[in-house]
């Protein structure tokens, strides 16, 4: 052969087996192994059903302690946060009226002595014909009148004593003081005090779970202030209506507080147990969140060897485990281990 022909064909021959390894490299590279995963069967089971609500510490009852008419205030032997005992002293007003209502006391007293000699006076002398049956009915209604004046005048002198010293009319602890010693009583009352033993915590309970909620079911309460101390309550109302803005049930929990730790304005987390449902409880690794989404999807393994991507709605999270609401069938195989590989409907290999 002619040398100057033999050398391009060998050329050529190189280069056409260079090419066809290189296709049949890059077939082998784009061929993918099918992800290998780990799975775990879930099945249904009993979950306790537990509502979760928050609110504030509201105490039992409150008392607002005031003045029934305007005066001086000249001691107030408590502050605020300080607890009282029924029948306790706490403010001292000015007794500069007292004397003014003592005097018309007097003054009625003695006018019902006159008009009770008078009327005497009447009926013996109509007794012996001296005089008429319609002056002794005059001098009745005198009579009369006189008493009930006497009975007035009383009324506003206990009243005027009872508003010089202002006693606890129950035991508390004192949420407010509106004024200080030579102030004058206004429109707010001098002091608030209220009972805080018991206390309550007012919750707002869907329409879903108001038929799960009884008076005198128990509830657990935590408080930040206290970490994981559970103290007891028990439901004691029930509201009939619904607040039409929230499209929830007010229902009342109170809570013994013997010792007196819970106080009125605390942050109170309540549980109730609403019963058990059936549920399909699943590991949390199996749970994926979808990204910049607030929703929660699982793999679950199809008898064909691929996935599905399935969104799940979560429910309580139990342990290291989520019961899940809807969105996997009791039985199924799920995706535990190597979600970040796998896409809706790929192929995987199960690792034994």
Known sequence: MNKKYFLPALFSLLLLGACNSGDQKSKEETKEEAPTVKTMTVND???????NYTATVE???????SSSTPNRIKQIFVDEGMMVSAGQRLVVLDDVNTTSYQLQVDNAEANLKNVELNYNRAVELFKIGGGTKQQVDQMEIQLINAKNALASAKRALKNIEENTVLTA???GVVTARNYDPG?????????TIAR???VKIVINVSESQLSKVKKGMPALVTFDTYGDEMFEGTVTMVSPTVDNASRTFGVEV?????DGKVLPGMFGRVELNLGT???VVVPDKAVVKQPGSGNHYVYVLNSDGTVSYNKVELGQRLGDAYELISGVESGSEVIVSGQSRLANGMKVTVAK
């Open 254 to 258: 109170t809570i013994p507080n013997s």
């Open 45 to 51: 089971r009993d979950v306790n059903q537990l509502g």
């Open 169 to 171: 009319p129950m035991s």
């Open 183 to 191: 102030d004058m009583t206004g429109a707010l009352p001098i002091l």
């Open 196 to 198: 805080t033993k018991p």
């Open 59 to 65: 105490p039992e009852l409150i008392n607002n302690i």
């Open 277 to 279: 449902a059936r549920r």
